[in-house]
């Protein structure tokens, strides 16, 4: 009796322990077609822009396969992708990582609290919208999250406070948007992100970002910060905010140069299955810190307005379309090799969304 004793309570252990661990998939496609009005020869979209890419051609924008491990003391994922956002988002890093969405490992630190340390490839901690555009209210991704980080490697320490409200991290990375640091670049990034969720109507959000992206015998500090909001004052309404303003120091003399975006996206839910969201924005950045100057040089000033439907199409499946315009104060775009200043763009796609 005694050993069948043992026995039981060892069973019951194992079962409790299996509780406590949980495996799941993500498995996501996303198949778009976008017409660019401007009509570009070499068949992209704009080269500040690096999702849904390619004009008047089908394609994939991600397909997606990620398996996530959460036991009571330890947690991992990992997942691979290909598609127009790893073809370009990831496109200096060495091919083989190309198509690593996230590799992550996780230890907890602390038997009472969520305390967790993680390492690896890591989503990043700035901004609101991610790779997967389905958890996202708009079709495209803004030019802020575009000129983002999406992705970031290296060691996080993560704090959640026992009623899940206030979340803390702090970071230690290879660069702005790094899996392979840059040759050259012996320093390691930082960055933090604090996250207050005081009820289910309301998250506020800063992160930043600080470290040298550029080889060490041409170091630029970069200074980053990123502020969002989101309300949510009724079931069918969604309004989310956001400011990002950074700082670069000047190679070649004193000060530093400096860009900023505000955003706001409103989504509506008229019913379970439908729902539009509107997007502003406005991204300056005259001096070239982030977005690459064309070969005239022209200051990058840019406001843009989109709308767009969303209708499900049962349990797993997304059918969207987006109307999207760009206006720049310079020429900054191009419709027949002639400089404009304006680019609209219409884009629909399928997604599939399994988790």
Not at 29 to 42: G, H
Not at 190 to 217: C, H, M, R, Y
């Amino acid at each position: 009796m005694a050993i069948l004793a043992i026995l039981f309570t060892s069973s019951a252990a194992q079962d409790s322990t299996r509780q406590k661990e949980t495996f799941n998939w993500l498995l996501f496609a996303e198949a778009y077609y976008c017409y660019d009005f401007n009509r570009p020869l070499n068949g992209e979209r704009p080269s500040f822009l690096y999702n849904h890419k390619r004009h008047d051609e089908p394609n994939f924008n991600l397909l997606l396969a990620k398996a996530s491990w959460q036991g009571k003391d330890a947690r991992l994922n990992v997942g691979l992708m290909a598609g127009n956002y790893s073809r370009y988002n990831l496109a200096a890093e060495p091919e083989l990582l190309r198509h690593v969405f996230e590799a992550t490992i996780g230890f907890r630190l602390s038997k009472k609290k969520e305390l967790w340390l993680d390492a690896g490839i890591l989503p990043s901690h700035i901004g609101f919208e991610t790779a997967v555009s389905a958890s996202n209210n708009t079709l495209t991704r803004s030019i802020a999250a575009d000129n983002s980080p999406y992705y970031e490697t290296g060691i996080k320490l993560g704090y959640t406070t026992p009623n899940g409200h206030l979340q803390f991290s702090a970071l230690l990375l290879n660069g702005w948007q790094r899996i392979k640091r840059v040759t050259g670049n012996q320093s390691i990034s930082a960055g933090t992100q604090v996250s207050f969720t005081p009820n289910e109507k309301i998250t506020l959000n800063w992160s930043s970002f600080w470290g040298n992206d550029k080889p060490d015998s041409i170091r630029q500090t970069r200074y980053f910060n990123n502020f969002y909001a989101v309300f949510t004052p009724h079931s069918r309404w969604n309004i989310t905010a956001g400011f990002d303003i950074g700082w670069q120091k000047k190679l070649l003399e004193g000060g530093n140069d400096r860009w900023l975006t505000p955003i706001c996206v409103v989504q509506y839910k008229a019913s379970a299955k439908w729902s539009i969201a509107a997007r502003g924005e406005y991204y300056r950045d005259k001096n070239h810190v982030i977005i690459q100057p064309d070969i005239r040089g022209n200051a990058f000033s840019v406001t843009g307005f989109s709308l767009n439907i969303d209708r499900k199409l049962g349990k797993f499946l997304l059918w969207r379309a987006e109307y999207r315009t760009m206006k720049s104060k310079e020429a900054l775009f191009f419709k027949n090799n002639n400089p404009v200043k304006t680019n609209t763009a219409i884009t629909t796609s399928f997604c599939f969304k399994f988790e």
